[in-house]
């Protein structure tokens, strides 16, 4: 297999790689703390989610804490897969790079 | 979908950098100290042995108090900063730390009372490491 076949095309934009991989590390987080960790406008972070939530990649449940309305975002088993497989690809990329990087080394000597 | 090396190591780090911030978010100034303070004491509570085995369990019952309060208070920072739960690798450090919480549990039951300094030295320096440890994220802020 080619590296990087298993590029996902959702986690291509470094915004919604942020944001997926800062999901992936909880169960759950609120809509602030995503916003401000991942140095996003409510606006982008808002237009990422709805597209990762459209693939099935992330989900969005609105509650309150005391009166306070509040927005909580999670990542989905099928987007921690997703994900998952798109950091392996990545790293198959990079290694595949570093090989070749060795093996011009070798011809040289 | 063509994609470089550079493109797939800079998207890696970027990954990897918000996975940290999301298992581990900075933590305000006074968390690294007042958890290496609970670390170092439950420790050295652990370790002071007494003769009588009823004080022996209740120093050990403390010191598990001490390191399950440095725990739950690092957990009220994450879920005061709205971040629930912890998934991936930052998971098996928990479990980690488990095991080296049982070690201590273990050598507190059986420890002599010559040990008792050894284990509050071990504490102090176990403290200090997780002072520091934690600064680092502190500083992050």
Not at chain 2, 121 to 132: C, F, M, Q, S
Request: glycine share 12%; proline share 4%.
């Amino acid at each position: 297999m080619t590296p990087g076949a298993g590029l996902d095309e959702a986690f291509r934009t470094v915004t919604r790689l942020r944001i997926a991989a800062f999901l992936s590390a909880c169960d759950e987080s609120d809509f602030r703390a995503v916003q401000e960790y991942c140095g996003l406008s409510p606006s982008l972070l808002s237009k990422n989610v709805t597209f990762l939530a459209e693939q099935g990649y992330a989900e969005v449940r609105k509650g309150h804490v005391g009166k306070v309305p509040r927005t909580w975002l999670r990542l989905t088993q099928r987007g921690r897969t997703a994900l998952a497989h798109h950091l392996t690809a990545l790293q198959e990329i990079a290694d595949a790079a570093a090989g070749q990087g060795r093996a011009l080394g070798k011809d040289r000597d | 979908m063509a994609m470089d090396a550079d493109d797939a190591r800079r998207d890696l780090d970027e990954a990897r950098i918000s996975y940290e911030l999301g298992a581990r978010p900075p933590l305000p100034g006074w968390a690294p100290p007042a958890c290496g303070v609970l670390v170092a004491a439950a420790i050295a509570l652990d370790g002071l042995a007494p003769e009588s085995i009823w004080l022996r369990l209740a120093g050990v019952a403390g010191g598990i108090v001490l390191g399950v309060a440095a725990l739950l208070l690092l957990q009220g920072v994450r879920t005061q900063q709205g971040v629930r739960g912890v998934r991936g690798p930052a998971r098996k450090e928990r479990a980690g730390l488990v095991t080296m919480a049982a070690f201590f549990v273990i050598v507190g039951l059986g420890a002599a009372e010559s040990m008792r300094y050894i284990m509050a030295g071990l504490g102090v320096v176990a403290g200090l490491a997780v002072w520091v440890a934690l600064g680092r994220r502190a500083a992050r802020r």
